[in-house]
């Protein structure tokens, strides 16, 4: 099993560009999620989804778009990076309280 | 207030030695709880849950204190490999999927 895949790993965008960060997961987990983490911030939830066609808004979702069209992956999308989305950005997907955590996208916005 | 709050450290500890930190959390309310290890530039991954009677696994020990609302993580002999940050982690009641409010970490950083 791969478990929770991100792509791509790095990223360097301009202001005003889009963009979309794929997640996929193998373990036929319902729960899936997308953080973002800062330095000094730590997990911030921008949006998750309990299930398959399902999306809901997490802590800072603004600016960030979202889709479930498959139960194995959960999409991220800027339609217009901004400088203050320059993060890391985590995927992870649960079954019950234990989350699993890609390995992150780095990414830029200049 | 912030929901879950650790001390950011780092917390440097010559390698052998006993090692500890705490967590509190603000929700009275709060279910679960558990630590979580992130190493450097490497995604989270659950390190140990924490229940009411403490638990623990191999040289690490968490403890849950529900009166004074904090959680604490015991580290005994510790390794090199130990370096990291660690994260805590409160699951509040009624959260549903987006429930786990994740605490900034704490770095911990063992000296040979």
């Known amino acids: 099993n791969a478990g929770v895949t991100q792509t791509p790993k790095f990223r360097v965008l301009k202001t005003g560009q889009s963009m979309t960060l794929l997640c996929a997961q193998d373990m036929n987990h319902e729960y899936m999620y997308w953080y973002r983490q800062d330095p000094g911030m730590g997990l911030r939830l921008i949006h998750y989804?309990?299930?398959?066609?399902?999306?809901a808004k997490g802590e800072v979702p603004d600016g960030y778009n979202v889709s479930r069209l498959k139960k194995q992956n959960f999409l991220l999308g800027l339609e217009s990076a901004a400088p203050s989305q320059t993060s890391v950005y985590f995927c992870?997907?649960?079954?019950?309280?234990?989350?699993?955590f890609g390995p992150g996208t780095r990414l830029t916005v200049l | 207030r912030k929901e879950v709050e650790q001390d950011p450290g780092p917390f440097n500890v010559p390698e052998g030695a006993t090692v500890a930190f705490n967590c509190t959390y603000s929700n009275s309310a709060s279910q679960s709880f558990f630590w979580y290890r992130q190493d450097c530039r490497k995604e989270p991954k659950l390190l140990m849950s924490?229940?009411?009677s403490g638990n623990e696994d191999g040289r690490f020990t968490a403890q849950l204190n529900r009166a004074s609302q904090y959680i604490s993580l015991l580290i005994r002999d510790s390794k090199l490999s130990d370096s990291a940050t660690y994260l805590c982690?409160?699951?509040?009641?009624?959260?549903?999927?987006?429930?786990?409010?994740f605490g900034k970490g704490t770095h911990l950083i063992i000296q040979p």
């Open positions: 924490v229940y009411s």
């Open positions: 982690v409160v699951k509040n009641s009624g959260g549903g999927a987006d429930g786990l409010t």
């Open positions: 992870a997907s649960s079954f019950s309280f234990e989350q699993f």
């Open positions: 989804s309990v299930g398959e066609g399902t999306t």
